[in-house]
C-alpha cells in the first residue's frame, strides 16, 4: 500500500529542513512536497499554473501551514482550502512561531485540525514534530476522499 504524503507550507528554509530531519528521525515514511507561499500552496492543491499536470485527486495525507507566508498568508490558504470541495476535509494544523491568541481564534473559526506552535529547541521541535506524524499519519482515521466530477 502507498504511503501519501505531507504537504509542507513554510517559507522559512531552516525551518522546512528541520521538519524534514525531524520527520526523518521518526522514520514516518510519507514523502514531504514542499510549497514555499500561500499561491504555490493553492496552486499545488488545485493543480494551477506549474502543477495543472498534476491528478487533483492526489491529495495529501495532511497539510502542515505556517501563518506567516508570503503572497497568501496562512489563513487565507486555509480559507480556501475549506471553500472547496476537493480539500474541505484535508487535515490541516497550523505549525507557526505565531503567538497571537486572535490567530489561534481566526485558524480554528476558519477550520484548522490543530494549531501547534513551532518550539525553538531542536529536540523539543523534533518530538512535536514525531508526535504530529504519529497522529495525524498513523493513528488518526481520516474522512476517504471522493473523487468529484
Known amino acids: ?26 522514520n514516518l515514511q510519507n514523502g514531504i512536497q514542499v510549497a514555499r507561499d500561500g499561491a504555490e500552496a493553492l496552486d499545488f492543491l ?18 502542515l501551514l505556517d501563518l506567516k507566508l508570503p503572497k497568501y498568508n496562512g489563513l487565507e490558504v486555509l480559507k480556501r482550502i475549506r471553500e472547496n470541495e476537493l480539500t474541505k476535509f484535508l487535515p490541516v494544523v497550523i505549525l507557526t512561531t505565531s503567538k ?24 523539543k521541535f523534533y518530538e512535536a514534530v514525531n508526535q504530529l506524524g504519529l497522529y495525524w499519519l498513523v493513528l488518526n482515521v481520516s474522512h476517504k476522499r471522493t473523487t468529484y466530477i
Open 1 to 26: 500500500m502507498k504511503k501519501g504524503y505531507i504537504l509542507l507550507v513554510e517559507d522559512n528554509e531552516d525551518d522546512e529542513l528541520l521538519c524534514i530531519r525531524a520527520f526523518k528521525k521518526s
Open 46 to 63: 488545485f493543480c494551477t499554473n506549474n502543477f495543472s499536470d498534476r491528478n487533483k485527486n492526489d491529495l495529501p495525507e495532511l497539510v
Open 100 to 123: 497571537e491568541e486572535s490567530d489561534i481564534v481566526k485558524s480554528y473559526k476558519l477550520g484548522a485540525n490543530s494549531f501547534i506552535r513551532k518550539p525553538v529547541d531542536f529536540n
